[in-house]
């Protein structure tokens, strides 16, 4: 293992993305703690703690609530404008009709994601001022004045934009996604805070436990990113056959599932806390209901199995999208491949899906039961909240990233000892 980091910090290349990579990650730390001008974070800071929904909606928000950082809003409007292409994707055949035009058809796609992207931003930005008011019965914001409403909704914004800028050039310097490097940067700066905890309070043998679940649980999630079935594949353009694989990964959508349906359960909760305030009696009794039954901070049984659910079927929603099998079972056919006993084409491609759809089961269900797990052993252990070290939904982004990291960098250190022979 030694030897293997050597290697890497001894090529010059890798080093250089190495460090640019960290400054990147630092300059994307310091834009989170930059409040946006005219807000007293002080005091946000302390009506946080005394509220439980804002200290809620901080955590949904990545902690940034508390500086009411000028990266406010971190990429969630670059995620609703991927998945609403996404979806027209599927519904406009138009932007069907893109994906035959190749890699221009990615830059395409990229292109309206980032158009989408800025009016997003900015109605959603006026949307977060004016939640964020509700919640914390405080004017954060005056929405009386225009003037200050409008510098802030464009602060919010411009730094949406330059945070979407920052990821994309990350992406170009690291051999990795940008994204998923910020995710893990700011996943593991939690981690001393927690260490530190548990010594504080004592609590050394649950330390101990939480740190084995926590290693059980990576091992766990290593094997099942890893795993992939293996499709026989027979080539025939040459005078014999010749036989390959074509693999299928069981983790084809990532993190993505829950990423969606976090952002679909916790909005009966937010609705529900914005409707006590009304005073309707039937608008508030809703709004209790809402609130008592679909709370991230007070789970109930109905939470839990709506999420669960959500999760599996994003799972299965996103795969359908992004691994078109009749686009693949088309490839394998120009390619003079196919698949034993499986005629090409249409047969082919629904063999394909089949085989996609019982491995996207395995990790919906793994991936759902990753997510809810924390709730039930909250449920199990009376209302305490005890997690891993690092969360396990965390810890399958974490995973992940490492081990495209360490592909990446293997790959590219083969191809730096084969270029010293040329």
Known sequence: MIKSIKSVFSNKNIRKKIIATLLLVLVYKVLSIIPVYGVDTTKLSTIIEANKWLSFFSALMWGWLSHFSIILMWLSPYINALIIIQLLWVIVPKIWDLQKEGEQWQKKITKMTRWLTLPLAFVQSYGMIVLLNTLAWWTIIDLSDTKTV?????????????LMWLWELMTEVWIGNGISVIIMAWVLAWVPGVIIGHMTAWTYSLFAWLLLATLAIIYVIIKFTEWNRRIPVIYTRTWREEKSYFPIRINQAWMIPIIFAVSLITFPSIIGQLMTSSANDNILKIGNFLVANFSMQNPSWAFIALYFLLVIWFSFFYVSITFNTENVAESIQKRGWYIPGIRPGSETATYLSKVSGHLNLFWGWFLALIAVLPYIIWKFMGGQSVDFIISASWLIIIVSVILDMVRKVD????????????
Do not use: R
């Open 411 to 422: 790959a590219e250190l083969k191809m730096y000892d084969y270029s010293k022979y040329n």
């Open 150 to 162: 409008l510098m802030a909704m464009t602060i919010v914004t411009t730094g949406t934009v330059f």
